[in-house]
């Protein structure tokens, strides 16, 4: 039992109902109801991370998320995520966030993991990280791939937020486990293919309009393909680096 852990959830909940947002879960069986996992899940919005715990609670179980280490460090936000036992990442040493997630897989724990690291513009499968197939395979863990569609719309990145009630749809589906093996390269790229599956499954019971801004340009909407979306993050880590460098010079 989680006591405080349960009452976000409860708070979170109660928030989704005055949103007026329509979950459509599947797959939730495919959740172990014991021992670690690593939860693979696809990153389209801001909110993700408050869905992707859903399908955990068919089997009464919670799921550790790595988040960004700002996030732990915030003077509200952050001793909140350590009370639920989230995993802070700081990219500035990624090997002490790695070792402690492996650790929470083989305490027996579900881990979360965004294999695409930062939101997808296209809201196409990125290329993925191997960092949830190494975790899987040096913990003897499966990897559990699960898609969330339809979270943009209510906040991605370029977007203003729409938090209010929107009755929007969301779909979750959850695939089979994957046993881990080696290599973790091989492993990934099975682990997008699954995915792919998952994603193009809830989508065709999904209505898309044309020319949204939501909707991927492979389903006639607005928003950039995925080579388009990728110049952009490409840029912008540029713009960034660049940022980085000036403020160094400064000092």
Avoid: C
């Avoid at 960004?68 to 995993?87: C, L």
């Avoid at 994957?178 to 809830?202: K, N, Q």
């Amino acid at each position: 039992m989680e006591p405080f852990y349960r009452t976000i959830i409860g708070l979170a909940r109660t928030v989704f109902a005055g949103q007026g947002l329509k979950f459509t879960v599947t797959g939730e069986e495919h959740i172990p109801a014991t021992g670690g996992a690593v939860i693979a899940i696809n990153h389209t919005g801001y909110m993700d991370f408050t869905y992707a715990g859903l399908p955990a609670r068919a089997v009464k179980r919670y799921v550790r998320f790595m988040a960004k280490n700002e996030v732990f460090v915030h003077k509200i936000s952050g001793p909140m995520m350590r009370a639920m036992k989230h995993i802070p990442v700081d990219r500035a040493a990624g090997g002490e966030s790695y070792r402690a997630a492996v650790q929470a897989l083989r305490d027996g724990e579900l881990v979360g993991v965004f294999p695409e690291a930062t939101i997808s513009r296209s809201f196409e499968l990125k290329g993925f990280k191997s960092g949830a197939a190494r975790m899987a395979i040096e913990s003897g863990t499966p990897v559990v791939p699960m898609v969330i569609w339809g979270s943009q719309r209510v906040w991605t990145k370029g977007y203003p937020k729409r938090l209010g009630r929107t009755n929007t749809p969301i779909s979750i589906a959850v695939g089979e486990p994957i046993a881990p093996f080696e290599p973790a390269s091989d492993m990934t790229a099975l682990l997008h293919t699954r995915m792919e599956e998952l994603l193009r499954g809830v989508q065709a019971s999904y209505e898309h309009p044309a020319d949204e801004y939501w909707v991927p340009a492979r389903l006639g909407g607005g928003a950039p393909t995925l080579e388009e979306a990728n110049a952009m993050d490409a840029a912008d880590a540029e713009a960034k680096a660049a940022r980085r460098s000036k403020e160094t010079e400064g000092k």
